[in-house]
């Protein structure tokens, strides 16, 4: 009696370590994984930049980008990404301001404090990032050259960022897969170093459906990532921003039931969705207002799409900064990419009797729309009839912008 009762408890213990560990196992598969993205930073080195005469007209006529915080902003992102701790960082190209050479050594050195922490940094050329003729850096009233960064070069400085623990690289490009877990792989798609820039190559597309076979073959599912748009985010803007070779890119990810595609280029957030349901998300720049990144958090056929502000002002007070636009940085944001918005249309208003009032609206509903808000303006707004009874060059834009549909492009959620 003694023996079997003894056999019992051992019975008992074990299975309840089988089951112990078998919750384990499963929970730990069941758990979240939370994966960061950002994009278009358009880093500039300090090395390149004197604050001066010529770097101030530049950006007052550029789109909006906050490039003289640009190394604070990158700092304080940086900081929050490892703080956020999760199971990758991606960077979907334009990396740097116009592909200098020494923003990018710059960028990969801030950038290896994440992969020091453990985290998994996966990067991408974009269209400004490689052999770019306006590398310069800025003196007082005027510019000068500086080296650039050629396709060959990318690969040394970027080799830890995604790279060397790529599964497998394209040939023709630097597309590649980088495998997450066994269950869960990115699809990094660069159409930006060799050939016809932004165009995907047939080489490409071929290499692509032969990483979605072995994907489905493996059991894993396919997170997509490209710097150029597959879907157009704006009726008014989207020469130029989809990808040459989309639509036969999209119907490879439809065909083997790809989760989503992640990209930027176009600098507002935008989310969009094809005629057969497929998502990408158009992450806004990290360099324009509010200055966010995206956070995805991936279950079992589900994904959770989130933006999330960099705390710069969070991250100055740290620094005991006295500088007031850092202190209060998503107003100063926000209220640069509105000057410079104003002052472009201004100069085409010049006849219009309420041009003070067309511009200010101007600056305030692209902000919305930038923002990935175009539910915060008012459609019944009688400034959009000013606009379009004007002769004003932008009024087809503002027009594009009231049809917009009120939708808030700052979450999603998708099933898969």
């Not at 009762?5 to 078998?22: M, P, S």
């Amino acid at each position: 009696m003694k023996q079997a009762g003894k056999r019992r408890v051992l019975l008992a213990v074990a299975a309840l370590l089988l089951v112990l560990v078998v919750a384990g196992v499963l929970g730990y598969q069941n758990r979240p994984t939370k994966i960061l993205v950002a994009t278009d930073i358009h880093y500039l080195s300090p090395s390149l930049n004197d604050h001066g005469v010529c770097f101030e007209k530049t950006i007052l006529n550029g789109d909006g980008k906050a490039l003289a915080y640009i190394d604070e902003l990158t700092d304080a992102f940086v900081e929050q990404v490892i703080r956020e701790k999760p199971a990758a960082l991606i960077l979907s190209g334009d990396l740097t301001l116009n592909g200098e050479k020494q923003s990018h050594l710059d960028l990969a050195q801030k950038l290896r404090s994440i992969t020091d922490c453990g985290i998994p940094v996966l990067v991408l050329p974009g269209n400004h990032d490689l052999n770019n003729g306006y590398a310069v850096r800025f003196t007082g009233k005027t510019y000068e050259p500086v080296e650039n960064l050629k396709p060959a070069q990318f690969d040394e400085v970027y080799a830890e960022f995604g790279y060397n623990g790529a599964s497998s690289r394209d040939e023709t490009s630097r597309s590649y897969v980088f495998p997450l877990s066994d269950e869960l792989r990115v699809l990094m798609v660069d159409v930006n170093t060799i050939g016809n820039e932004g165009v995907l190559k047939p080489e490409t597309l071929d290499w692509v459906k032969n990483q979605l076979e072995e994907a489905r073959q493996a059991g894993a599912r396919v997170l997509a990532v490209s710097h150029q748009n597959l879907l157009a985010h704006s009726e008014s803007i989207s020469a130029g921003f989809v990808m040459g070779g989309a639509e036969e890119l999209l119907a490879l990810y439809e065909e083997y039931d790809v989760i989503c595609n992640l990209s930027g280029h176009i600098h507002m957030q935008h989310t969009a969705k094809s005629e057969s349901g497929f998502f990408e998300a158009a992450t806004g720049s990290l360099a324009v207002s509010p200055n966010q990144y995206a956070r995805l958090t991936l279950r079992p056929h589900r994904m959770d799409y989130q933006t999330v502000p960099v705390d710069v002002s969070g991250w100055a007070e740290k620094q005991e900064s006295t500088d007031e636009n850092l202190l209060d940085f998503s107003t100063y944001s926000a209220d640069f990419f509105c000057q410079v918005n104003r002052s472009k249309v201004i100069g085409w208003l010049q006849k219009e009797e309420n041009a003070e009032e067309m511009a200010d609206f101007f600056a305030q509903i692209n902000l919305d729309y930038f923002q990935g808000r175009p539910d915060l303006y008012d459609r019944e707004d009688p400034m959009f009839d000013v606009w379009q009874q004007s002769g004003a060059f932008y009024k087809d834009y503002v027009e594009s912008m009231r049809r917009e549909p009120a939708v808030n492009h700052n979450r999603a959620t998708i099933e898969y």
